[in-house]
């Protein structure tokens, strides 16, 4: 499978071992950054994803699978509707909407905004971000951006329809989790808007939240994240981690094509799963 990070931009080791012990293949990549990429997340061609998920075809992968958090989960999203042979994709804080870019282009330029994303050099609609938004911490402080997604759609509706990743057209399975307490973007009504639009259309999803978890839910195995000196990440390490727990079952349902578990540590993260 294809592991994303979200705009750290780091290359996930841990999540790829852990991965690897349950017997799959994980490969994760420099998306952006890199030698000859954009130093931000801007205009970022998808067929960037697509050479990766070719290499790991071309290793004799029985099943394609991709993970994404946050930003990589934007792209796992679209993947699973530009690539009709993805199987499986699971999407950490998700959003249902593609955004403007996070930081410059190829031209080292931020703005103007433009898409995150490009499909065979043709850049998708996105949602751009309003100008006038503040931050409400004192200076100098870790800060939440919530409110800044929040703000932006409400300045801008018109453009919110064509910016919708179309996830009734991926024949891809879905398992989407967030957490309700995430300060980065609303992962949690992101992830129900496109298990609305999954099943708006009579296709299967799966939507594990967790009310107190924040926008970094943690995989069993997976240490936790440090704190960041930039921004509020929202709940708490082990919110975050009981979120993962919950979800955990069916991600390896996903990725492997085999049922649940259905021993003692897989029915107590059930118990505290909300999917629907």
Known sequence: MLVLSGSSGRIEQERCRLLAREGVAALSIR??????QPPGICEVPLETFVSALDRLRAEGARRISVLGVSKGAEAALHLSVLQPDIDAVVALSPTSLTWANIG???????MPLRSSWTWRGQPLPFVPYDSGWTASEPAGTPVSVLGWYEQSLRACPD????AAIPVERSAAELVLVAGGDD???????????????????????RLVTRADAGHRPRLPGEGVVPASGTFRHGGSPAADAALGAAAWPY??????????????AASAAARQDSSK
């Open 104 to 110: 410059p282009g190829r031209d080292g330029s931020a």
């Open 31 to 36: 998306w952006f950054g890199g030698p000859g």
């Open 251 to 264: 991600i390896r349902h996903a990725l492997l094509g085999r049922g649940p578990d259905t021993g003692p």
């Open 159 to 162: 453009q919110v329809p064509a």
């Open 183 to 205: 300060l980065m973007w609303p992962s949690l009504r992101y992830a129900e808007e496109l298990a609305a639009r999954r099943r708006a259309a009579g296709l299967p999803v």
